[in-house]
């Protein structure tokens, strides 16, 4: 159970249509980092903050080409590995779909609970969760290798069905 000092973020990104805020915010982040959010990025992301429960690279592209008919699949790899690269999305390895970060900075890597029934997403960031296995594989000679670590969980909604 998430305590008071974590962040659980399970409410997904803003409403359809109430993106705006977010993307400036992501782009004010890149300019500062000396980055550009270009337009196919800024869609990308857009896109990823419209499917709260990730999406695919494909389905991202087909997306991508209704607006875009030349757009390519190497297009949608260079924004994705962008928005990774700047903190901004992340990649669900285990179910091979991208989402973008709920959180603004990632001073702890980051807990993905991925509901194995209905494959939805959440972001959690919990300080002790995450210092206790770091302290566990420091022991062990280990260290994480990505700032992301997934662990299959039922969602509230598959525990109440």
Same mark, same amino acid.
């Given at each position: 159970?998430? +305590?008071? !000092? #974590?962040?659980?973020? !399970? ?8 993106? +705006? ?14 980055? #550009? ?15 709260? +429960? ?41 179910? !091979?779909?991208?989402?973008? =970060? ?19 997403? +959440? ?11 770091? !302290?566990? %594989? ?5 260290? %994480? ?9 039922? =969602?509230?909604? =598959?525990?109440?069905?």
């Amino acid at each position: 159970m998430p +305590t008071k !000092n #974590s962040t659980l973020d !399970n409410s997904g990104p803003p409403p359809a249509g109430d993106h +705006t805020a977010a993307l400036d915010r992501a782009d004010a982040a890149c300019r500062a980092r000396g980055a #550009s959010l270009t337009a196919i990025r800024r869609e990308v992301l857009e896109l990823l903050y419209r499917s709260p +429960t990730g999406v695919k690279a494909y389905d991202l592209l087909a997306r991508i080409k209704e607006a875009r008919p030349g757009a390519s699949p190497p297009t949608v790899y260079r924004a994705l590995d962008f928005l990774i690269e700047q903190g901004l999305a992340h990649k669900i390895g285990r179910m !091979n779909l991208f989402v973008a =970060c709920q959180h603004a900075s990632h001073p702890i890597p980051s807990l993905f609970l991925v509901c194995p029934k209905c494959a939805g997403v +959440t972001e959690l960031q919990e300080k002790s969760v995450m210092s206790a296995l770091s !302290n566990s %594989l420091a022991e062990a000679g280990h260290r %994480l290798e990505s700032p992301e670590v997934e662990i299959s969980a039922l =969602c509230p909604k =598959c525990i109440e069905k």
